[in-house]
Each structure stands twice: as structure tokens, then as C-alpha cells.
């Protein structure tokens, strides 16, 4: 059974997740000028019924399900009635969604159904940010959406939480240092998720329809030849009959991509020339916004979102007011622009060159490259030290081309040695004859006589000097035959 749920400043955050979820789809057909009736309506709406779930502290109520029955019934007749004739088949069923979960904040008492409150208004935000009509402006409802989303999530946890250590300590949940805790882990949590979205790529669904041919509500426009509504913003009609300068060729729809809003930039210089403008941005150097990534409005489209019919005079102002900061931005960071945009070109012809370098001595890296494995793996195969032990075979084995005395002993020595590195047994600089010996006939106790006979005959060379130590090289040839046979 889910836990109830009593902590005022999660129900606050919920009725402010929901209302900007409702804002964001109002906002929508905000030019047709019922955007503040609709707001205020389902205001009151959402607060009365959370209200009467909160006052029913955690535990259902009989009156709590009789008022939800009420506003189910009101919301099923306002769907057919108003929402249906007005909005149409999509958007009704976000409305009637919408009344359901009002209906639903009548009952809201366990954290089970505080949860699908706050999804429910997640599932709103989805619609209205995928909708056509969405654009950049949106964001003054959607940062505030997402803001309290986080507030409701964390005051839930931390209500539960602080009534835990309640129960177990025995006294009554303190409420002192609360809204600090949630204040503080909202904005912790909000800070890293911006840092994470700032650092990761965002790629939206007009992109994915536009880069892989698909229709997109850009194209229709321009298809028709009208170039109405676009998404994120109205393309304005302001030229002279026959001028046709609002109207881009194919070359620039070809060139639409993510983000472009009311068209390419060169859509926007050609409608500036023909209005006796410049036509060219560039001729006065980067601005600030020029840089910015695609989808981000310029001061000049900022003023224009501004002005359209249906806007709150406060958004309205507070745009102009981000237009002039954008603009006074880009004129102070004008000359960094200039010089980072000259770096920039400069490092892009360099990596070109490099690129063209590197296509044209392709061959000669691809040369290098196989040598380099052929040496690793003859380094790997030990293909020298195995060409080395042949060698000593065939000269001293077979053909018996060793010096006398103890020259020649130390020659059978040294091959035998080279034998046995081959079979990764060898011989450390610190070690006597014994040592060796030893750590031979580990290895190949079958032998053990003949390396035994072959190391003494060496030692024997090497301290003595009798006349009789002629015979040494020929008996150290035959031991040595043995061994290489053996071993090979």
C-alpha cells in the first residue's frame, strides 16, 4: 500500500507543474487572444482540487471521491461540448487528460498518485514542445515547468524523509531547516543537469525528418508556396504584390536544416535587400548570435516574436529587453568574434591541408604500417633468434666449422644457450653452472646428461689447460647434435 502524503510544498509543486503544463499547450494558439481566460480557468481549477486533496492530510476521504465523480462528469461534458468543436480530435485529448487529472487532484493523498500527477504534466510538456507551433519562446513557461518538476520531486523526498527520522526518534517531524534542504537540492540538481545538457549533443525530431527526407511542417510551407505558419514562429507578409521576396528558391530550401525557423539566413538577407537593406550581415563583421547554435533567435527575430498578436505585455517586454542585451553583447564581443572566426578559418585550412597530406602519402603510410607489423610480429615469432639456431646447426652442427680449444667450446656453448632461449629457458647473467644446470633439467630431465656432459666439457675449457683439451670441440659438436635433435 502506497504511503500518504501530507507535505504542503510538494502539493505546491505539483499544482505548478501542472499549470505550466497547461500553459505551454495554451500557448500554442496564443494569438487567437483567449490565452490569459484560459490560463485563469484551469488556474482555479487545479487549486481547488489539489486544495481538497491536501486538506484530507494522507487519508482518503468519502467527499473526496464524491467531488471527483463531480468534476470527471464536468470534465467529460466540457470535452464534448467546448474542447471537441474548438480544438479538434489531437487536442481534445489533452484537455480531456487535463480535467481527468484535476479530477484525480481530488483524491491525491498517497505518493502513488502524486506521482502519475506529476507524470500526467509531463506527458502535457511532450506534446506541446512536439507541436508545430512550438518555438523558442515557449521557454519563458517550459524553465519554469521544469524548475518546479524538480522542486515537487525533491520536497516529496525530503518530506518523507524527515518524517522517517520522525518515527524513529520517537517525537514529532521537524519542520526547521525543510525548506532550506529543498531549496538547496533543487538547485544542485538543476545546476548539474545544465551543465550535463550543455556538454552533451541535442538532437531534436524536425532535425531527424529533415536529414533523413522526410515531410516536415518547414517544407509544406514552402511547398505550397505561401510560407505560413513555420515552426516557432509566423513568417511575416509585409513585401508588395508581384515582389515575391518572401518566397526562397529551391536552392535555399534545400538548405533548411535543424532549427531554421522562419527560414535560411540568406532567405533573410535577400527579403533585406529588397527593402533597400544591406542583404549581408557579414559586411559589418560576426555577431555574437551568429555563432550561437542553430535555433537560436537573432534580436531582429526576438522583436518580431514580440510583436505578434495575442503576447503578454510582460513577455513581450522582457523579449525586447533580451533583444537589446543580445545586441549590446554582440557589439562588445564583436572584435573577439572577428578574431575567433579568423582562427577558427585559419586551423580549418590547416586541418585541410593536413587532410590532403596525409590522402596524398596514403600509400607510403600504408607501407610504413606494414613494416611496423611485420616487425612486431617478428619480434613476437622471434623469427631472428629461430633463424640464429638454425644457422648454428648447419655451420657448427653439420658442417663442424668451429674454432679449437676453448673458443670452439664456448661456440657449442653459446648455441646450445640459444636453444634453450628459443624454449624460453635462459640464462640470467647472476647464475653459476649449477644454477643453470638445475634450472635445465627441470625443464628437460631427459637430457639432463647430455647438458650436464656439454656444460662440464665448457667449465673444463675454460680452467684448464692440458694438452689433451683438443678433443673437447668435437665432443661438445656431438652432444650438441643430440641436443638440437631432441629439442627440435
Given at each position: 500500500?502506497?504511503?500518504?502524503?501530507?507535505?504542503?510544498?510538494?502539493?505546491?509543486?505539483?499544482?505548478?507543474?501542472?499549470?505550466?503544463?497547461?500553459?505551454?499547450?495554451?500557448?500554442?494558439?496564443?494569438?487567437?487572444?483567449?490565452?490569459?481566460?484560459?490560463?485563469?480557468?484551469?488556474?482555479?481549477?487545479?487549486?481547488?482540487?489539489?486544495?481538497?486533496?491536501?486538506?484530507?492530510?494522507?487519508?482518503e476521504k468519502p467527499y473526496g471521491k464524491i467531488i471527483r465523480n463531480v468534476v470527471i462528469a464536468i470534465a467529460l461534458i466540457a470535452t464534448l461540448k467546448i474542447f471537441l468543436p474548438v480544438f479538434g480530435v489531437p487536442r481534445t485529448g489533452v484537455y480531456l487528460l487535463a480535467g481527468l487529472q484535476a479530477a484525480n487532484n481530488c483524491v491525491t493523498t498517497t505518493r502513488q498518485r502524486f506521482y502519475l500527477s506529476l507524470l500526467v504534466s509531463l506527458v502535457l510538456v511532450l506534446f506541446a514542445t512536439n507541436h508545430f507551433r512550438a518555438d523558442w519562446s515557449m521557454l519563458f513557461y517550459l524553465l519554469p515547468y521544469l524548475v518546479a518538476l524538480v522542486f515537487a520531486l525533491v520536497a516529496e523526498q525530503v518530506s518523507q524523509r524527515i518524517r522517517e527520522i520522525g518515527r524513529a526518534a520517537g517525537a514529532q517531524t521537524a519542520l526547521s531547516g525543510q525548506g532550506a534542504a529543498i531549496a538547496a537540492a533543487t538547485v544542485a540538481i538543476l545546476f548539474l543537469a545544465t551543465l550535463l545538457y550543455s556538454l552533451t549533443p541535442q538532437i531534436n525530431m524536425h532535425y531527424l525528418k529533415w536529414r533523413?527526407?522526410?515531410?516536415?511542417?518547414?517544407?509544406?510551407?514552402?511547398?505550397?508556396?505561401?510560407?505560413?505558419?513555420?515552426?516557432?514562429?509566423?513568417?511575416?507578409?509585409?513585401?508588395?504584390?508581384?515582389?515575391?521576396?518572401?518566397?526562397?528558391?529551391?536552392?535555399?530550401?534545400?538548405?533548411?536544416?535543424?532549427?531554421?525557423?522562419?527560414?535560411?539566413?540568406?532567405?533573410?538577407?535577400?527579403?533585406?535587400?529588397?527593402?533597400?537593406?544591406?542583404?549581408?550581415?557579414?559586411?559589418?563583421?560576426?555577431?555574437?548570435?551568429?555563432?550561437?547554435?542553430?535555433?537560436?533567435?537573432?534580436?531582429?527575430?526576438m522583436r518580431d516574436k514580440a510583436a505578434e498578436d495575442g503576447m503578454p505585455k510582460w513577455q513581450a517586454e522582457a523579449i525586447h529587453r533580451l533583444a537589446g542585451a543580445a545586441e549590446r553583447a554582440g557589439n562588445l564581443t564583436k572584435p573577439v568574434m572577428q578574431s575567433i572566426g579568423d582562427h577558427v578559418a585559419k586551423l580549418s585550412e590547416e586541418v585541410e591541408r593536413l587532410i590532403k597530406a596525409i590522402q596524398d602519402n596514403s600509400i607510403w603510410l600504408i607501407l610504413l604500417g606494414l613494416m611496423a607489423l611485420l616487425w612486431m610480429m617478428g619480434r613476437r615469432l622471434r623469427i631472428g633468434l629461430r633463424a640464429r639456431v638454425n644457422f648454428d646447426y648447419m655451420w657448427l652442427g653439420i658442417l663442424g666449422r668451429h674454432a679449437g680449444g676453448a673458443v670452439g667450446a664456448r661456440q657449442y656453448f653459446l648455441a646450445l644457450g640459444r636453444i634453450l632461449s628459443l624454449r624460453n629457458v635462459g640464462h640470467r647473467p647472476n647464475d653459476n653452472t649449477r644454477e643453470y644446470l638445475a634450472q635445465i633439467a627441470r625443464w628437460y630431465a631427459p637430457l639432463r646428461r647430455e647438458f650436464a656432459e656439454l656444460i662440464l666439457l665448457y667449465e673444463r675449457s675454460r680452467f684448464s689447460a692440458r694438452p689433451d683439451d683438443a678433443f673437447i670441440p668435437p665432443r661438445m659438436r656431438a652432444l650438441y647434435r643430440v641436443a638440437f635433435c631432441k629439442l627440435k
Amino acid at each position: 500500500m502506497s504511503q500518504g502524503l501530507n507535505s504542503l510544498p510538494a502539493y505546491l509543486g505539483s499544482y505548478a507543474a501542472m499549470l505550466l503544463a497547461l500553459v505551454c499547450n495554451s500557448y500554442l494558439d496564443i494569438e487567437y487572444g483567449a490565452f490569459g481566460i484560459e490560463v485563469g480557468v484551469w488556474a482555479i481549477v487545479f487549486a481547488v482540487t489539489l486544495a481538497i486533496g491536501w486538506l484530507q492530510q494522507g487519508e482518503e476521504k468519502p467527499y473526496g471521491k464524491i467531488i471527483r465523480n463531480v468534476v470527471i462528469a464536468i470534465a467529460l461534458i466540457a470535452t464534448l461540448k467546448i474542447f471537441l468543436p474548438v480544438f479538434g480530435v489531437p487536442r481534445t485529448g489533452v484537455y480531456l487528460l487535463a480535467g481527468l487529472q484535476a479530477a484525480n487532484n481530488c483524491v491525491t493523498t498517497t505518493r502513488q498518485r502524486f506521482y502519475l500527477s506529476l507524470l500526467v504534466s509531463l506527458v502535457l510538456v511532450l506534446f506541446a514542445t512536439n507541436h508545430f507551433r512550438a518555438d523558442w519562446s515557449m521557454l519563458f513557461y517550459l524553465l519554469p515547468y521544469l524548475v518546479a518538476l524538480v522542486f515537487a520531486l525533491v520536497a516529496e523526498q525530503v518530506s518523507q524523509r524527515i518524517r522517517e527520522i520522525g518515527r524513529a526518534a520517537g517525537a514529532q517531524t521537524a519542520l526547521s531547516g525543510q525548506g532550506a534542504a529543498i531549496a538547496a537540492a533543487t538547485v544542485a540538481i538543476l545546476f548539474l543537469a545544465t551543465l550535463l545538457y550543455s556538454l552533451t549533443p541535442q538532437i531534436n525530431m524536425h532535425y531527424l525528418k529533415w536529414r533523413f527526407g522526410l515531410q516536415t511542417p518547414n517544407m509544406q510551407g514552402y511547398q505550397d508556396g505561401t510560407a505560413g505558419r513555420l515552426p516557432g514562429r509566423v513568417m511575416r507578409q509585409d513585401h508588395t504584390a508581384g515582389d515575391g521576396s518572401d518566397i526562397p528558391d529551391a536552392g535555399e530550401i534545400a538548405n533548411l536544416g535543424p532549427g531554421s525557423g522562419s527560414g535560411s539566413s540568406k532567405a533573410q538577407g535577400n527579403k533585406e535587400g529588397a527593402h533597400g537593406g544591406s542583404g549581408n550581415e557579414r559586411k559589418d563583421g560576426p555577431r555574437l548570435w551568429q555563432y550561437l547554435p542553430k535555433g537560436l533567435p537573432s534580436p531582429d527575430e526576438m522583436r518580431d516574436k514580440a510583436a505578434e498578436d495575442g503576447m503578454p505585455k510582460w513577455q513581450a517586454e522582457a523579449i525586447h529587453r533580451l533583444a537589446g542585451a543580445a545586441e549590446r553583447a554582440g557589439n562588445l564581443t564583436k572584435p573577439v568574434m572577428q578574431s575567433i572566426g579568423d582562427h577558427v578559418a585559419k586551423l580549418s585550412e590547416e586541418v585541410e591541408r593536413l587532410i590532403k597530406a596525409i590522402q596524398d602519402n596514403s600509400i607510403w603510410l600504408i607501407l610504413l604500417g606494414l613494416m611496423a607489423l611485420l616487425w612486431m610480429m617478428g619480434r613476437r615469432l622471434r623469427i631472428g633468434l629461430r633463424a640464429r639456431v638454425n644457422f648454428d646447426y648447419m655451420w657448427l652442427g653439420i658442417l663442424g666449422r668451429h674454432a679449437g680449444g676453448a673458443v670452439g667450446a664456448r661456440q657449442y656453448f653459446l648455441a646450445l644457450g640459444r636453444i634453450l632461449s628459443l624454449r624460453n629457458v635462459g640464462h640470467r647473467p647472476n647464475d653459476n653452472t649449477r644454477e643453470y644446470l638445475a634450472q635445465i633439467a627441470r625443464w628437460y630431465a631427459p637430457l639432463r646428461r647430455e647438458f650436464a656432459e656439454l656444460i662440464l666439457l665448457y667449465e673444463r675449457s675454460r680452467f684448464s689447460a692440458r694438452p689433451d683439451d683438443a678433443f673437447i670441440p668435437p665432443r661438445m659438436r656431438a652432444l650438441y647434435r643430440v641436443a638440437f635433435c631432441k629439442l627440435k
